[in-house]
């Protein structure tokens, strides 16, 4: 099984040239340390940056540059920093080619919930609605099951939902899955290791298996 870095090295390979990319917060903010260094990407993070590199080295960190999850981070060469208004605007006005979040459950349907537990405090909805409601692409970075063993992908979501039919493509610790128009996990790639046996019991949605099924690629 893929631990979090092995998650986000995989997605890292989803990010097209000369691209716009939003990370959200969790696992998506590993992705900015392993883009490959001959793609051209702008990162946008929703509290006001374009140009956002990887996280600091120890002890070269700046308090004052920081990710929409509150972690200290680097820019880059022409990178600009603005209001969350802007950000925003940039976001609803369809300017981000990817988003990539992560999700506590996603649907057959491509349904995310990702905001809220019902019963536990939040400090409110973040960012996640306005950006699964105008981006082009939404790749949801996510642990396959949960703490329990119980699947995160579902016929449907039990949690409040963040977006409706969204969600394009899943990569979790087991697996990379594509969601079908019709609904459906398609199982696209297997993690290095991984038996597909297990990734149909850890799936307790509609889970399609074609016959050949291909490794991950990491490297």
């Known amino acids: 099984m893929l631990d979090k870095n092995g998650i986000a090295k995989r997605i890292a390979r989803e990010i097209k040239n000369n691209s716009y990319v939003n990370l959200g917060i969790g696992i998506p903010t590993l992705v900015a340390n392993y883009i490959p260094a001959e793609i051209n990407v ?20 700046d308090a004052d540059l920081i990710n929409a999850g509150k972690q200290t981070i680097t820019t880059l ?18 300017k ?7 999700a506590m459950e996603v649907s057959e ?33 996510m ?13 449907s979501c039990t949690l409040p939902l963040t977006g409706v039919r969204c969600v394009k493509k899943i990569v979790t610790e087991l ?4 969601i079908l128009p019709e609904g459906g996990f398609l199982l696209l790639e297997h993690a290095p290791g ?5 990734i149909k019991h850890s799936t307790l949605g509609k889970l399609i298996v074609p016959d050949q099924v291909q490794e991950m690629k990491l490297d």
């Open 109 to 141: 349907k491509g349904d995310i919930a990702n905001w809220k537990i019902p019963g536990k405090m939040v400090k409110g909805m973040g960012g996640a609605m306005d950006l699964v409601a105008s981006a082009r692409n939404i790749i949801v970075a």
């Open 194 to 198: 991984v038996s597909v046996d297990l």
């Open 175 to 178: 697996a990379v899955l594509e």
């Open 96 to 102: 981000v080619d990817l988003t990539i979040l992560g």
């Open 42 to 61: 702008v990162l946008q993070s929703e509290n006001g940056l374009l140009g956002m590199g990887p996280f600091p080295e120890k002890g070269e960190e």
């Open 77 to 94: 060469p022409g990178s600009a920093i603005f209001d969350s208004a802007m950000s925003f605007g940039m976001i609803r006005a369809q």
């Open 143 to 155: 642990q396959h099951v949960n703490k329990a063993g119980e699947s995160k992908l579902l016929p």
